[in-house]
């Protein structure tokens, strides 16, 4: 009889890739000859990530016991502790020949563990084999062909293997409880929640486990690409930028990219496969541009990496925001969609209950907090992140410091939420559904409730300070502000100075210039991951 340690394995190691279908690594390690296993962990320093909060870590368990449940009992298994200590446990009872994975384009955190992986495998003299994450490139030296790799990525065949022709390692179910491994349909859900409560001092929140959040897992996640080009994305082009209308018609895979639950290739291949479809054409430019801009954004993070902790531009390092006790009162304010400003607090309250918001509401939250309330975007940025479902660090970064202003080259946009109701909420459906202390307000003033008279007060039966709360800010003064800030600080010449050096690494070269081409970086190795 076979022992385990004369079994030479072979371990797809997940993190952001939580499938089965177009996983390079999970076929690589099939090819390989070795036995087969997939594992997972729930590392305690990412549970305890301010960046997360409970509704990541469900849609995470939701996606292995998906997975699971389409392979052989123990084909898959899960940690609770640090991948490198599981590995070193592991390879102490089944001899680990090679691992499987792919890049990760993470936080600091998870960039340092993954270094800490590399230690690990070159002193156990195991082999790792890191796959690239769709078309984003590691220890890029320039973009002059980028977008000509993310086409070839894009339309090259899926990396699929055939699930009952692997040799998946089978062992007895109290080996694996000796390892520390167990099933995702048996993992200790109280445990991880109190890893995940003290990011943010407190329990776990009642809404965070029956709010109404997406559900993880491939099935879901291919069930919402069959629907959006089935049905709903027919008025994607005309819905996007309705916090009503996107709910419905945006295509919804956000989590499902994020997670890994689809690859964004499995994605760009449907949408070519309908691109004929009669009255759909706008509204597939339009998704596909987005496609584009995906990676495009994904790759600025891995090749600037330390915008996790400063501005893009160095030239705004100093640039002064409000402190001290009125910074703590507007941020809390924000967090919990209590600021006054009905449009402002609307967004803020969806995403709390369900973790998703169409991309321009998602602008106009940074733009208020950092522009509006003056606060500065490092107190805020993780707060969105832990409150959006499909938060991806590369994406969310990169979008902050366009939203905030930070950059020196992009659009300098601050939002005024009461414009922005009035268009994208005219009737105040969104507003009505998210303040429901506002609901019996008439749609003239569904988004200036503070422009009631005391007898519409009475009337409408709504007392300010009382029921909602007056305007933290005076939307015209704070805005008049913040454009005087913003622009003074554009012109400085410590901000210029950075310009050149921005727009060589995240600017694309004008003879790739295209209308459907997203803007391309020449890369410079000043920062980024090597």
Request: with cysteine; charged share 20%; glycine share 4%.
């Amino acid at each position: 009889m076979t022992t385990p340690k004369e079994m030479p394995v072979a371990v797809v190691w997940l993190k952001r890739d939580l499938r089965l279908r177009d996983h390079e690594p999970l076929l690589k390690a099939a090819q390989s000859g070795f036995r087969v296993l997939m594992l997972y962990c729930f590392e305690p320093f990412q549970l305890e990530d301010e960046h997360y909060r409970w509704r990541h870590w469900l849609f995470v368990l939701q996606s292995l016991q998906d997975m699971a449940a389409q392979l052989p009992e123990y084909a898959l298994v899960v940690s609770e502790q640090d991948a490198v200590s599981t590995l070193n446990h592991l390879h102490q009872a089944v001899p680990i020949s090679a691992i499987f994975s792919h890049q990760e384009v993470g936080l600091a955190n998870t960039y340092q563990r993954d270094k800490d992986m590399a230690t690990w495998c070159q002193r156990h003299q195991v082999n790792w084999h890191q796959s690239p994450y769709a078309s984003v490139i590691r220890g890029l030296s320039q973009r002059d062909n980028w977008q000509k790799n993310w086409h070839a990525v894009m339309r090259s065949e899926c990396k699929n293997c055939v699930l009952n022709q692997v040799n998946w390692l089978c062992l007895p179910a109290t080996t694996w409880q000796s390892l520390g491994l167990t099933r995702p349909r048996q993992v200790n859900i109280g445990e991880l929640q109190k890893h995940v409560a003290k990011a943010h001092d407190k329990q776990v929140r009642f809404d965070e486990q029956t709010g109404e959040f997406q559900q993880g897992g491939e099935r879901h996640a291919h069930q919402a690409l069959a629907s959006f080009f089935n049905e709903r994305g027919k008025p994607y082009y005309y819905s996007l930028s309705s916090p009503t209308r996107s709910q419905t018609h945006c295509s919804r895979l956000s989590a499902y990219l994020a997670w890994g639950n689809l690859s964004l290739r499995q994605v760009y291949q449907a949408t070519l496969t309908h691109w004929q479809q009669q009255g759909w054409r706008r509204s597939l430019v339009a998704f596909s541009s987005r496609l584009h801009w995906h990676c495009h954004f994904i790759q600025k993070f891995e090749s600037q990496s330390e915008i996790e902790f400063e501005p893009m531009n160095e030239g705004y390092q100093t640039m002064p925001y409000i402190e001290g006790e009125l910074a703590d009162q507007r941020l809390l304010a924000w967090q919990q969609g209590q600021t006054g400003i009905p449009m402002v607090d609307a967004c803020m309250r969806c995403l709390l209950a369900t973790g998703y918001l169409n991309f321009r509401m998602r602008a106009m939250l940074v733009s208020f907090l950092c522009h509006h309330l003056d606060v500065n975007w490092q107190r805020g940025v993780k707060h969105l992140a832990s409150v959006f479902l499909d938060f991806e660090p590369g994406i969310h970064y990169s979008q902050f410091h366009m939203q905030a202003g930070i950059t020196g080259i992009n659009t300098i946009r601050i939002y005024n939420p009461i414009k922005q109701g009035a268009d994208q909420d005219s009737e105040g459906e969104f507003v009505r559904r998210w303040c429901p202390e506002l609901a019996q307000l008439p749609n003239e003033l569904i988004h200036t409730p503070w422009q009631m008279t005391q007898m519409e007060r009475l009337f409408y039966q709504v007392d300010l300070g009382a029921d909602y709360p007056f305007p933290i800010v005076d939307i015209k003064q704070s805005y008049q502000a913040a454009q005087t800030k913003l622009w003074h600080w554009r012109n400085m010449p410590i901000v210029k100075q950075q310009v050149a050096g921005i727009l060589r690494r995240h600017v694309q070269p004008k003879s790739m210039s295209s209308k459907r081409k997203p803007k391309a970086v020449k890369q410079h190795h000043s920062g980024g991951r090597q």
